[in-house]
């Protein structure tokens, strides 16, 4: 069994910046691509990005291309989200997850394994 826990997430102010963090614990051979997802209050579940298990390769949306990075630490079992310039539609549960297939997807049924998310608030 694999665990993903996010943590990093709170309230900013528009124009500023929060860096997520996913702690990827137990079976972690049980993933390799990693991504973060986003579900906003009465919206879906949607992609924000995703990164290789080698680090490589990374996907991001056209909503927050330039103003978010993801990144990973194999070493330390850890996926990271740096968001900048956050705005108030940036506010959303975010979540990460991971699957065992080298490179991310932006379809969330691809993803075997979910972190329970943390909440990102941005005020206007």
């Known amino acids: 069994q694999v665990t993903l826990v996010e943590s990093g997430g709170g309230l900013v102010q528009a124009g500023g910046s929060l860096r997520l963090s996913c702690a990827i614990s137990g079976r972690t051979d049980y993933v390799a691509a990693m991504a973060w997802f986003r579900q906003s209050a009465g919206k879906e579940r949607e992609f924000v990005s995703g990164?290789?298990?080698?680090?490589?390769?990374?996907d991001v949306a056209e909503s927050v291309k330039g103003r978010f990075f993801v990144s990973r630490d194999n070493a330390k079992n850890e996926a990271y989200l740096e968001m900048d310039i956050l705005k108030a539609e940036d506010t959303a549960v975010y979540y990460c997850?991971?699957?065992?297939?080298?490179?991310?997807?932006?379809?969330?049924?691809?993803?075997?394994?979910w972190g329970e998310g943390t909440q990102v608030t941005v005020s206007s």
């Open positions: 990164i290789s298990y080698n680090g490589g390769y990374t």
């Open positions: 997850a991971g699957h065992a297939r080298e490179y991310p997807s932006q379809r969330e049924e691809d993803y075997t394994t």
